[in-house]
């Protein structure tokens, strides 16, 4: 028997230990309560995202920061690609990526257009309509079982949201907002089809084939008013790829354990982090429309999220 125990004496043994005894524990829960779990991280992720890519859009062409955000978000993923080997990022259907692609570039470039535009908390409140759009179409499209609570949480949360947005109707910034309304359908129908691709492809060939078909997509527009990054904006969109890849990452988990439905009215919860964020960052100090709506869309979500674990209990 050898005397020496490489695992044993690695520096980063008890942490595997901890991460794979982390993972075990996390694999018991219940598949509601994991994909709520998951969206939660999702939004955290996407909130950072939103944050650091509206500052770095406010220097470069929108559509030029389209690209760069998921054309660094697929350098971000090439490591891992090389380790595993082309061959396990292969999709099986590589049509149903273009297409999610083709989909999630029209939403991403009337988003990206609204995004220097409009406040982070309003932008942000706006995006709430998506859930709306998803659960329509996951109960038309995907045959998904649309219960009443999943109903009244997506009404209330939409409530909370127009109360934010209702005092910026006809304001200067009303057209962007219309513009940033217009990508929540398009939004919606992307997520269907990152579902439907769920129930063959993995998580990650997803997020990568995403990458990868909107870098293509984008890079076109993105040159017709390129303009040369500085390193420190290289380094934010480097930033802005992780932080959209894995939250795409955590957003696929969530599809795959639970209806796509279930899911939505957590999201509501991200208006509080995009105002804190828009607090720090911006100096965009929320309104009282934007706190009142808040407290609504938070304790929609509470709400549901309870009694979705109930319900899989």
């Known amino acids: 028997m050898s005397r020496r125990d490489p695992a044993s004496k690695s520096p980063r043994h008890p ?8 993972r075990h524990r996390a694999g018991r829960l219940d598949p509601c309560v994991q ?15 939103n944050t650091l890519a509206r500052y770095l859009t406010s220097q470069l062409d929108p559509l030029q920061s389209q690209f760069l955000r998921y054309f660094c978000g697929l350098l971000v993923m090439l490591p891992l690609v090389f380790r595993a080997g082309l061959s ?11 297409t999610r692609g083709v989909v999630h570039t029209v939403a991403l ?3 990206f257009l609204a995004l220097p535009r409009i406040s982070l908390a309003e932008m942000t409140a706006i995006g ?20 009443w609570e999943r109903w009244l949480a997506a009404l209330l949360g939409f409530a909370g949201v127009l109360i934010v947005v209702g005092p910026a109707v006809g304001g200067q910034g009303s057209y962007w907002s219309l513009v940033m309304l217009a990508s929540s359908p398009v939004f919606a129908a992307s997520f269907l089809i990152t579902k439907a691709l769920t ?3 993995k998580p990650g060939v997803i997020v990568l084939w995403q990458s990868l078909t909107v870098s293509l997509l984008s890079l076109p527009l993105a040159l017709l008013h390129w303009q040369a990054p500085t390193l420190a904006q290289w380094a934010g969109y480097l930033v802005c790829g992780g932080f959209g890849s894995l939250a795409h990452y955590c957003l ?9 439905s279930a899911t939505q009215s957590l999201k509501f919860l991200d208006l509080v982090w995009a105002s804190l964020m828009g607090w720090l960052v911006f100096s965009e100090w929320p309104s ?3 706190l009142a709506g808040g407290l609504i869309i938070s304790l929609a979500t509470v709400w549901i999220a309870r009694r979705e674990a109930r319900r899989g209990a």
């Open 199 to 201: 129930r063959y492809e």
């Open 88 to 98: 396990a990022w292969r999709p099986r259907q590589i049509g149903g990526q273009f």
């Open 15 to 22: 942490w595997a230990r901890r991460l794979a005894l982390t």
């Open 288 to 290: 009282q429309s934007a």
């Open 35 to 49: 994909g709520l779990l998951w969206t939660l991280a999702a939004g955290l992720c996407f909130v950072q995202l």
């Open 128 to 147: 709430f309509t998506t859930p709306i759009f998803i659960m329509l179409g996951a109960w038309l499209f995907l045959r998904e079982p649309m219960r």
């Open 252 to 260: 696929t988990r969530a599809y795959g354990v639970v209806d796509i």
């Open 109 to 111: 470039g009337l988003w």
